[in-house]
């Protein structure tokens, strides 16, 4: 996992308003294959997906001085290559028309992204766990294990893996705050 999945992406604005060319690198080597991929889902052509991709990262790059305006910069990535995507494809005369069946395969394609990237969210939050208190919600609410199988296999009492799955949970309310999705799924646990 890059080490900006440790962190905010917000978190590198500061730097790169500054100019720091190392967060940029990073949000650039972590981001540009996410990128590509959704881009090439509208234009349907490698060298162009590519080209718009680098065309948004370059902006980033160039109006980094701006981006205090920004609440989110993913965001605001995937939405710069959408419309970078749908310009070119405009320019190219390929934009005749969206039949219901491109418009509903680019729909899914966009649910992929956002899976992806949800998925992103929670395993980052579930890094930020201690070692024990993740596995045993790893163990309980993901693959549906019983608390007394969990005790055994951890070697440790089905008291400590009920407080271990309360703190688990409690600790990805905290980390999860700004994901409303997540807190409702969390307080069902």
Same mark, same amino acid.
């Given at each position: 996992m890059n080490s900006i999945e440790k962190e905010t992406l917000e978190s590198f604005i500061p730097r790169l308003k500054k100019g720091d060319k190392k967060a940029f690198k990073l949000i650039f080597d972590t981001y540009f294959k996410r990128l590509y991929a959704f881009s090439l889902q509208y234009v349907e052509d490698k060298y162009a997906a590519e080209e718009i991709v680098e065309n948004t990262l370059l902006k980033l790059w160039q109006k980094r001085d701006k981006l205090d305006k920004i609440d989110n910069l993913?965001?605001? #990535?995937?939405?710069?290559?959408?419309?970078?995507? #749908?310009?070119?494809?405009?320019?190219?005369?390929?934009?005749?028309?969206?039949? #219901?069946?491109?418009?509903?395969?680019?729909?899914?394609?966009?649910?992929?992204?956002?899976?992806?990237?949800?998925?992103?969210?929670?395993?980052?939050? #579930?890094?930020?766990?201690?070692?024990?208190?993740?596995?045993v919600f790893e163990l309980s609410c993901l693959e549906g294990v019983k608390y007394k199988d969990i005790a055994e296999d951890l070697q440790i009492s089905i008291n400590t893996v009920k407080s271990q799955r309360a703190r688990a949970i409690e600790l990805l309310k905290f980390h999860l705050k700004d994901y409303p999705l997540f807190q409702i799924l969390l307080a069902i646990l």
């Amino acid at each position: 996992m890059n080490s900006i999945e440790k962190e905010t992406l917000e978190s590198f604005i500061p730097r790169l308003k500054k100019g720091d060319k190392k967060a940029f690198k990073l949000i650039f080597d972590t981001y540009f294959k996410r990128l590509y991929a959704f881009s090439l889902q509208y234009v349907e052509d490698k060298y162009a997906a590519e080209e718009i991709v680098e065309n948004t990262l370059l902006k980033l790059w160039q109006k980094r001085d701006k981006l205090d305006k920004i609440d989110n910069l993913k965001s605001y #990535l995937y939405t710069m290559v959408r419309n970078g995507s #749908l310009d070119y494809i405009k320019k190219e005369k390929k934009f005749i028309r969206l039949d #219901l069946k491109k418009h509903d395969a680019i729909a899914l394609k966009d649910q992929f992204i956002i899976e992806e990237e949800t998925y992103a969210v929670l395993f980052q939050a #579930l890094e930020n766990l201690p070692t024990k208190c993740r596995k045993v919600f790893e163990l309980s609410c993901l693959e549906g294990v019983k608390y007394k199988d969990i005790a055994e296999d951890l070697q440790i009492s089905i008291n400590t893996v009920k407080s271990q799955r309360a703190r688990a949970i409690e600790l990805l309310k905290f980390h999860l705050k700004d994901y409303p999705l997540f807190q409702i799924l969390l307080a069902i646990l």
